[in-house]
């Protein structure tokens, strides 16, 4: 399995970002999917999942960015997203989509900055 995450990059607080994650060497339509994050010197967070069919009641998200982030898929891409709004200054951290909600099957990552 090759996840390969993109989109990150500096922006400033209340604004927005889309992270992308291509996704090959598994059945992707078939899989839950998830984005994680790592801050300095911190551990791996989870912060959403998403069901193989996607779409509403299918998503789930951390307590600290429901209401800003979005997760969707698109299986025919093999693609994942995380539509990041509203960012805040926490929100920096190395983004990785993964397999699994511990992150443990994860891709290189992709840095988001939140910063003025």
């Known amino acids: 399995a090759k996840l390969v995450e993109s989109g990150g990059g500096l922006v400033q607080p209340g604004g927005s970002l889309k992270l992308s994650c291509a996704a090959s060497g598994f059945m992707f339509s078939a899989a839950y999917m998830y984005w994680v994050r790592q801050s300095p010197g911190k551990g791996l967070e989870y912060v959403s999942a998403i069901s193989p069919g996607g779409g509403p009641g299918n998503t789930f998200y951390a307590d600290s960015v429901r209401g800003r982030f979005t997760i969707s898929r698109d299986n025919a891409k093999s693609t994942m997203y995380l539509q990041l709004n509203s960012a805040k200054v926490e929100d920096t951290a190395m983004y990785f989509c993964?397999?699994?909600?511990?992150?443990?099957?994860r891709g290189p990552g992709t840095q988001v900055t939140v910063s003025s």
């Open positions: 993964a397999r699994d909600r511990a992150g443990r099957d």
